[in-house]
Nanobody, 113 residues
Framework: QVQLVESGGGLVQAGGSLTLSCSASESIFNNNVAWFRQPPEKYRDIVASISGGSPAYPDSVKGRFTISQDNSKNTVYLQMNNLKPEDTGVYLC?????????WGRGTQVTVSS
């Protein structure tokens, strides 16, 4: 069973920064990895993805969030700068291996105004 463990969340003031980590029990090399955000009582939205070393971001976080990976550690990172209150939510990591998707349990990020 593939396991993903997120860490690095916390409470930060608006304008601050956090770096999240997602550690996988399987190789992330050549597999797609994505970060999602689930605000309270809202749907889960993608905030960053990386495939073949190429990152992608929605407009809402472009220029503020950076996704990266360390294949030697099977870990994906999400650097978040200039955080806004609307970035608050549970951040979850998703790993795609072939036709299967795996999720971590998430880490809470709270941005105060």
């Amino acid at each position: 069973q593939v396991q993903l463990v997120e860490s690095g969340g916390g409470l930060v003031q608006a304008g601050g920064s956090l770096t999240l980590s997602c550690s996988a029990s399987e190789s992330i090399f050549n597999n797609n990895v994505a970060w999602f955000r689930q605000p309270p009582e809202k749907y889960r939205d993608i905030v960053a993805s990386i495939s073949g070393g190429s990152p992608a971001y929605p407009d809402s976080v472009k220029g503020r969030f950076t996704i990266s990976q360390d294949n030697s550690k099977n870990t994906v990172y999400l650097q978040m700068n200039n955080l806004k209150p609307e970035d608050t939510g549970v951040y979850l990591c998703q790993l795609r291996i072939g036709p299967s998707f795996y999720w971590g349990r998430g880490t809470q990020v709270t941005v105060s105004s």
